[in-house]
């Protein structure tokens, strides 16, 4: 399975992007290479990196330079920081036959007329006993490296379907390790998310997102959203981009869902290699690398990159 097929972005569309940043193919490549050369001199880092790893930080941090020198560093370095993020990866194992059955975080196929990725996140079932909080994290990042190698989107939306969601899940979901996924995606995936939604919330939660909302900045608080119906959601997200389950014109959620998790499947290998590809910090020129990146961010919400 093509992860071109899951990722969708027509021609007309990758246009648009590159469009939007005002940069012409001759300026995007010339930066890349300025960027590829560079790398080539910082013996800690891989001497394999992709270049399509490179157009995409390049893309998401609008094309500063040294911006993208720090994300290509910390997005390799990070890895030793919280190696634990990254090990065990092998999607054939059967552990992660289990936890895909009982946690869905699913990209949809198509981009918005915003050029965003459309993120879905529900839990499959009401047991919290079924849902494994260290595995999950990983596959985060599993799912996120697959996007951020091959996706043409501008930004990221969210939609956190917590219909199945109990007590007992929430509890599993330890804030010091929430925080330090922020901070990791923060520092290391310059993911911008456009909007978070909230649909099928129990009541007891929606006391938790408005005191939550109330610990962000202004900008990203006013870019999340309670749906109480999915008539309130198809206002934001167009039915053409949502599964037949939220009332939209893609298919299942259980199609789409098998289509992308056999796709990792099929990429194994690859999600294996970028797993352990790491900085050599023993080879790091200059100061070493901050490793208490975590506790330099303050602040658990407030600087979730938005755009």
Known sequence: MS????????LEEKYAVE?????????ITEHIQVLLEWAKKQPHLPQEIDEKLIKRILRWNKFSLEKTKNKIDMYFSI?????????????????YQRHIKSVLLLPLP???KEFSRVLLFSYLNNNPDNFDFTLHVKYIFITLDVQYFND?????????DMGNATISHCLKNNPVVLNKIRAVIQKAYSDRVAAVHFINLPSYA???????????????ADRVHVHKNYES??????????????GGREKSVNELY???TKCLQDNNDWILKYGALRSNEKLRQGEPIDADIFGSIHGSFRQLTVD
């Open 3 to 10: 992860v071109d097929n899951l990722l969708r972005a027509t």
């Open 19 to 27: 469009k939007s940043y005002g940069r012409t193919e001759d300026e």
């Open 79 to 95: 890895k030793n920081i919280v190696p634990e993020f990254f090990d065990e990866r092998d999607m054939t194992s059967s552990k």
């Open 110 to 112: 198509k981009l918005t």
């Open 152 to 160: 043409d989107c501008l930004t990221n939306i969210l939609i956190l």
């Open 206 to 220: 929606e006391t938790m997102v408005t005191l939550t909302k109330s610990l962000m900045k202004a900008k990203m």
């Open 233 to 246: 959601l198809h206002k934001m997200v167009p039915k053409e981009i949502l599964p037949a389950e939220y």
């Open 258 to 260: 098998a289509d992308w």
